[in-house]
């Protein structure tokens, strides 16, 4: 198991200070493809719910582009939320009392025990009427895909069958870290679907 992050002022230097893991221009490609393409399958993005958001590169990015839309940015950190402006809270333990149509956990599950992760799936599986947009590195990518310089390897390992397993139950996968509500009855062609 990996062992508990501060998630404080060293941290998020450190991460998303000169050799930052991502940075807010890839982010701005990443938010305007999802955004496009829920408008592609008809399911328009009135609200977001951001779960560990960080530095906010999505929020802003919302915010600058799509103005209209209700956005709620959450973290654990309260470095984070006192110095980006989230709602605190811990996904492992809060569950939203209603929906959003855009969910995004980009970079957060690998750093939860397995009962987090597990209860941070169901509670974001609880949150979403439309797409949510997902990344967590696996123990596959940790050790054949990620810059190990830039990516925090103090993380849980954990393997794609075991996130699929949890994610199923609440939602399709379609690719590129994009997975569709089953409440939300999304008819996909086959091949747009990843299985
Ligand atoms: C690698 S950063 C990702 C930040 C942002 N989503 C991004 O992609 O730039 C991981 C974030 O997850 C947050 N986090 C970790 N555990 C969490 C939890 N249990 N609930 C909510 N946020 C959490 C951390 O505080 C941190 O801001």
């Given amino acids: 198991m990996a062992r508990r992050r501060d998630f404080d002022g060293e941290y998020y230097a450190r991460f998303y200070g000169d050799d930052p893991v991502h940075t807010r221009d890839r982010i ?24 560990g958001a960080g530095p906010g590169y999505w929020r802003d990015w919302y915010a600058r582009n799509a103005p209209g839309v209700e956005y ?42 397995a009962r987090g992760a597990e209860a941070a ?19 596959t990518d940790l050790d054949t895909v990620v810059d190990t310089e830039a990516t925090d390897m103090s993380v849980t390992r ?6 699929r397993t949890r994610l199923n139950r609440h939602f399709e996968q379609v690719g590129a870290g ?16 990843s299985r």
């Fill in 178 to 193: 994009i997975w569709v509500a089953r409440r939300a009855g999304l008819p996909l062609y086959e091949l747009e679907r």
């Fill in 28 to 51: 701005a490609h990443l938010a305007s493809a999802v955004h496009s393409l829920a408008q592609w399958w008809d399911l328009p993005v009135h609200s977001v719910l951001d779960i």
């Fill in 121 to 139: 799936i169901d509670n974001i599986g609880a949150a979403a009427k439309g797409l949510l947009y997902l990344e967590a590195p696996t123990a």
């Fill in 72 to 113: 709620v940015s959450t973290d654990v950190s309260e470095h984070a939320c006192a110095t980006y402006g989230h709602e605190q809270r811990d996904i492992t333990q809060w569950r939203p009392d209603r929906r959003f149509d855009l969910v995004v956990c980009h970079g957060v599950l690998h750093y939860l025990d």
């Fill in 158 to 163: 954990r393997a794609a069958s075991w996130y």
